[in-house]
């Protein structure tokens, strides 16, 4: 009986250390996996973001432009809300240029982990924007419902035996409606409908994409009959200067 008395503290100490043993096990279980993704390689602007804007946005989001430069990381991470609106949810951005679907979970993901610039670490919000938007020119953004084309600074249709001006196609047409993509700052892939020399040699290109197809301007973006009806009599009576 009394060997038993004394058998009976050290089973429960045996016991007691066991237990303890198992939940030390756990929590270092617990903490290495909270630490396994520590390390994975963030989604950023300047390695990743930025080439995808640069190859289908930059020719109308650019530094020149009236509308946000998204070359520029201070002006994207302030129009993020933006960009996942229209680039991820809507899917209506860019207009014109191709964005695969693995380009838009990229940007995605970026938007999700804060936007961050670079090296994984998301930056605070700039105090100003490197180029703000310019109010009076607003972005060629697709509306939810039809807005109304504007009237033309022009007459439509030319008097009776006035001649038609690439003049006064540029005001009436170009400058109003073409010119927020396609301007002296826009590059090769949006040719500049300010210079006549650039029209001239694409004439029959404009004629068939304005007139024929219509198929620009792009949906979404306001263009009038009466400016389509004025660009086409220009090129008809010989598009001149």
Known sequence: MKKLLLLLPMLVLVSCGDKHMVVDRT???AG?????????AAVTY????????QRVCSACHN????IPNWNSYEVSFAKKDRLLDRVVIKRD????MPMTDDERALVAEWLKLGA???GGVVSNPPTQVAKPEQPSAPAPETPSEPAPAPAPQQPPTSS????????KVKTAVFDQYCALCHNENSGDLMPNWGAFSIVSGRKDKI???VVLEKTMPPQGMPFSEEARDMLKKWIDDGAVE
Do not use: C, H
Not at 32 to 40: H, I, R, S, V
Not at 46 to 53: E, G
């Open 116 to 118: 961050p610039e670079g």
């Open 46 to 53: 300047a390695r990743d973001i930025k080439p995808i804007f």
């Open 27 to 29: 929590k270092v279980s």
């Open 160 to 167: 009776e035996g006035e001649i038609l001006t690439y003049a």
């Open 32 to 40: 290495a996996n909270t630490q396994a993704g520590a390390g994975d």
């Open 63 to 66: 530094e020149g432009s009236a």
């Open 207 to 209: 004629y068939t994409r």
């Open 93 to 96: 951005m860019p207009l014109g």
